[in-house]
């Protein structure tokens, strides 16, 4: 998660939090109150009024808390995105390629799936079991691709 982010967030915030620490206080105590007290289906909503209440009364917009969530989306998706592209380089050269009847290919190792058409540009991408979605044909890609083929026509019995 970007730290820049959340300070910016508290350094905006933060003067609002001193003028109405009183109320966020109040508002906790409550919470918990509620938590040890109440065991149902309404604790949870409860719970939820409570936390909107403390969010709207101090001054955070709900615009600020999606702003908060979606970059903190944003950069797991980049991080899960760079690992796997870091694992194409690394386990290119034990990747298996299977040609599908179906005119599309198959690439796996043990933490990849790659499967595309022969002549598509977009290939699907599962990193270790998660789907990561629809991505372009990058160099890294087509490298992981390309050795997997290699791979593939090597092991392969020559016939006479």
Known sequence: MDKNVWS?????????????WLYIVIGLV??????????TLVKWLIVIVVIAGLLVYSGISFEQVGKVVTQA?????NKVQS??????????QNAKYTSNGDGTFTVTSSNLEVKGPFEGDKVKV?????????WSMSDTVKKYIESAKDLAAVQQPQSP
């Open 8 to 20: 910016e967030f508290l350094e905006h915030n933060w003067q609002i939090v001193q003028d109405n």
């Open 30 to 39: 409550l919470l918990l109150v509620i938590l040890k007290i109440v065991r």
């Open 73 to 77: 989306k944003d950069d797991a998706i």
């Open 83 to 92: 690992e796997a592209l870091n694992m194409m380089i690394k386990e290119g």
């Open 126 to 134: 599962w990193f270790q079991g998660m789907s990561l979605g629809e």
